[in-house]
């Protein structure tokens, strides 16, 4: 039995030593001298795991005591032989022998393990991409700033930031490019923090800031609005990928004033990010309360949005658009309509930025396309004389990349030739990303492209003629002032000159007589508003001409 047990203890693979009454090394296993390239057991050598010069004289008491009460120590500890130094895992127990004095000693290294572990707790609490903080840890240091805010009576601010329209960003560019640009953006900000402050990303371009021990409110307002202008301007500068810097959307929240949890503070600041990029670009804006309950009705009219496309209560009505010579209708322009349950027939500014801000119109707007085109070509089917069908883009549709994918599918399934669909875009949407390009690929499809609503918005006259537009229609101000005198001049000279640039000029918002009549004077080719036809379905439009009343 001796034997076998001498023998299984020199053959183990795990290192195991056997300890005198002092704590010294009385024989090692192969597997330990292997491991510090001896051929002996050292001579009136301690064990390096009851050393108090490697492990101090503390923990050595600890293991001691633990031994003495139940015989038997298990734990981790660092094993240090000359030049080997790792962590080990340690069984310490006390042999039955005469003496009692006897100690067996296994270990192995748990380095691998150990760093593992390391590997997974920064995997948990940093963000693969930036190596900064993820969502977990920034939470935590919300958690611990928020209760030391409490005591101290201070504040903590939330600040979210993300590049405007960074979905079509990443689109653009693709994920590995567009990753960079994160990665830069993250260094580029980290350079502007106060050491207090803790940078967090939380995917998908979206970082988060919190910045702890502000003193009151006027002190938290100050550091916001100091914060968010120097985040335009470094993001401002020029960026990998990029021909230039970004813009960014930019909301924030304050506690105790705005939330009382980790949770809650940084959805209300979400709420205000989400305000901020609905406002436009590199927008900054503070949670409120009445941003809360905006977000809330919002929320509701989303819902009864959906119900309402679930339910088919969406519905087309048509207006009709006149050559301003002879009265001839030349085309008609789709209109949205929501037969609400409770409120009635709803206008598209009764619920469009709503839709816009839950993605509603997005699936809408295909709707709208789809359903306008069928209705053109029952029309051409039935005898009725119309050039073209005009339909609404909303800039949420035209920033998508997937709306000429769309265009395109729908004019295979309807058949409808693309020449009699006018697309109508407005000004807000020349103010976005690669619209040029957009414009382009639409145009490319053999679409017509109106720009409306001009003058309402920043597009400049000068650089007009470098946009692939056949139709401009005037914003109804332009109408408003007829027939004064210096109105009339103006809206003669700018219809002369789109005219002259090949567009042709639409008027709208056409309600007298008189206004009709001074456009059928000066270059306006066609006309549009509520004298002429008001909008109606399909069913009840009268697409004859007025002088067949």
């Known amino acids: 039995m ?26 090692v296993n192969h ?40 015989g038997w120590w298990e734990g981790e500890l660092p094993f240090q032989h000359r030049a080997r130094s790792f962590q080990s895992w340690v069984s310490i127990k006390r042999l039955q022998t005469p003496t009692g004095n006897n100690l067996l000693v296994s270990f192995s290294d748990i380095s691998e393990r150990k760093l593992a ?22 939470l935590d240091r919300l958690n611990q700033a928020q209760m030391r805010a409490k005591r101290s009576n201070q504040l903590v601010a939330v600040v979210l930031f993300e590049p405007d329209h960074a979905d079509n960003l990443r689109a653009d560019l693709g994920s590995t490019a567009f990753d960079e640009t994160v990665v830069a953006m993250s260094q580029r900000v980290g350079d502007i923090l106060r050491a207090q402050d803790t940078l967090a990303a939380l995917g998908h371009g979206r970082f988060a800031l919190l910045m702890p021990d502000l003193p009151d409110k006027r002190a ?11 985040l335009q301007v470094a993001l401002r500068q020029k960026l990998p990928n990029l021909q230039q810097g970004l813009s960014a959307a930019v909301g924030a929240a304050l506690f105790p004033l705005d939330a009382v949890t980790p949770q809650t503070h940084l959805k209300q600041a979400e709420t205000a990010l989400l305000q901020a990029k609905r406002r436009g670009r590199g927008q900054s804006l503070l949670f409120t309360p009445a941003l809360q309950q905006q977000a809330s009705a919002r929320q509701q ?13 969406f519905l087309l009505h048509y207006q009709p658009v006149l050559d301003a010579n002879d009265g001839t209708i030349v085309g008609v322009e789709a209109l949205l309509r929501w037969a609400h349950a409770e409120r009635g027939l709803l206008l598209p500014e009764d619920f469009l930025e709503a839709a816009e801000a839950t993605g509603c119109l ?18 051409r089917n039935q005898g009725v004389k119309l050039s073209t069908i005009n339909i609404n883009i909303s800039v949420s549709q035209f920033q998508s990349p997937l709306l000429v994918a769309q265009a395109k599918e729908i004019l295979t399934e309807t058949g409808i030739d693309p020449a009699n669909v006018v697309l109508e875009i407005t000004e807000a949407a020349l103010t976005t990303d690669n619209f040029q390009q ?41 109408t408003q002032g007829l027939p004064a005198e210096k109105p009339r001049k103006q809206l003669q000279g700018l219809a002369t000159y789109l005219h002259t640039l090949g567009f042709e000029v639409v008027l709208t918002g056409v309600e007298t007589p008189v206004q009709l009549e001074v456009a059928q004077r000066i270059d306006c080719q066609c006309v549009q508003g509520y004298l002429l036809r008001e909008p109606a379905s399909a069913a009840d439009l009268n697409l004859r001409p007025p002088h067949e009343h």
């Open 220 to 230: 938290a307002l100050n550091a916001f609005t100091q914060i968010a202008d120097k």
């Open 362 to 379: 997005k699936v809408l707007g295909g709707w709208v396309f789809r359903e306008s085109a069928k209705q053109f070509l029952r029309w």
């Open 301 to 313: 009219m989303a819902k009864e949005m959906q119900r309402a496309i679930e339910h088919n209560d």
């Open 438 to 478: 957009q414009l382009t690929q639409l145009r490319a499809l053999g679409l017509k492209l109106a720009l409306d609503d001009f003058g309402a918005g920043p597009s400049s006259l000068l650089s007009l003629h470098t946009l692939p537009f056949s139709q401009i229609k005037l914003n109804r101000a332009f």
């Open 117 to 138: 572990e390391v590997k997974l707790q920064r995997l948990a609490y940093f963000d693969g991409l930036t190596q900064l903080p993820n969502l977990s840890l920034l």
């Open 31 to 70: 597997a330990y001298l292997a491991l510090i390239g001896e051929q002996a057991t050292p001579k009136d050598s301690l064990c390096p795991f009851l050393n108090p010069n490697l492990q101090g004289p503390a923990m050595v008491k600890s293991i001691k005591d633990a031994i003495a009460r139940k």
């Open 2 to 27: 001796q034997q076998l047990l001498e023998a299984a203890f020199h053959q183990s693979h795990q290192p195991q030593c056997l300890l005198d009454g002092a704590d010294q090394l009385l024989t």
